[in-house]
């Protein structure tokens, strides 16, 4: 069936170095992908959103890419920070599906 | 500025017990969806609500029904709770029409003894 899968379970990465959190999906028809972070004991939250028909969106510290050929999307933070530390999952969607299909997210701990 | 709020926050259930996690969002959303999130597992969809009187299955519907009781309000239902049902329950929603960005609660933490 479909699924959206994380390379890693666990990132660590010093403080002030880059981050980058991999996602491999399945379904060729998704369109839609976004990036959560999800503290300890909330919701998860939006980090930043890419259509099938960008390559590359960027936002404050983020970076998403997306590779159609391969199925494979990744999330790079820049000069990450303590305040990165979360699990951080990836989603699918295809347009007239209403579906939302995450992965099983990727820890990152910044070290001091 | 409530967004998506759930109700209740924490509940111990027997197995066999039922109850319904309550749903409600104030941002004039079509479509609402339920998760559960099991250590490991990530996120796996349950129900979802494309729009006012339509719901459909996820990943995982067994055990759980849903209601869309109107816009604002998706509560999903466990009629005879069972251990397997410890969990983790997010609500979330989003516009329909344009694929975008899920709001999600705070979330409902469930144990099945």
């Known amino acids: 069936g479909e699924s959206v899968g994380l390379h890693l379970p666990t990132l660590s990465v010093q403080e002030g170095d880059n981050s980058i959190i991999n996602c491999a999906y399945s379904?060729?028809?998704?369109?839609?992908f976004i990036w959560y972070k999800q503290e300890s004991g909330k919701g998860p939250q939006f980090i930043i959103d890419i259509r099938s028909n960008m390559d590359k969106r960027q936002g404050q510290r983020v970076t998403v890419l997306l590779n159609k050929t391969v199925k494979h999307l990744s999330l790079q933070i820049a000069a990450t920070q303590p305040g990165d530390s979360a699990v951080y999952f990836c989603a699918g969607s295809t347009s007239g599906t209403y579906k939302y299909i995450f992965g099983t997210g990727t820890r990152l701990k910044v070290l001091a | 500025n409530a967004g998506v709020t759930q109700t209740p926050k924490f509940q111990v259930l027997k197995t066999g017990q039922s109850m319904t996690l309550q749903c409600a969002q104030d941002m004039n959303h079509n479509s609402m969806y339920w998760y559960r999130q099991d250590p490991g597992m990530g996120l796996r969809l349950i129900y979802y609500?494309?729009?006012?009187?339509?719901?459909d299955k996820g990943e995982v519907p067994n055990g759980y029904n849903v209601s869309r009781l109107n816009k604002r309000e998706f509560s999903l239902r466990l009629e005879s709770a069972a251990p397997s049902q410890t969990s983790v329950y997010f609500c979330?929603?989003?516009?329909?029409?344009?694929?975008?960005?899920?709001?999600f609660g705070e979330g409902s933490r469930l144990t099945v003894l």
């Open positions: 979330a929603s989003t516009v329909t029409g344009v694929t975008g960005e899920l709001f």
């Open positions: 379904n060729s028809a998704s369109d839609y």
């Open positions: 609500s494309a729009s006012e009187g339509t719901t």
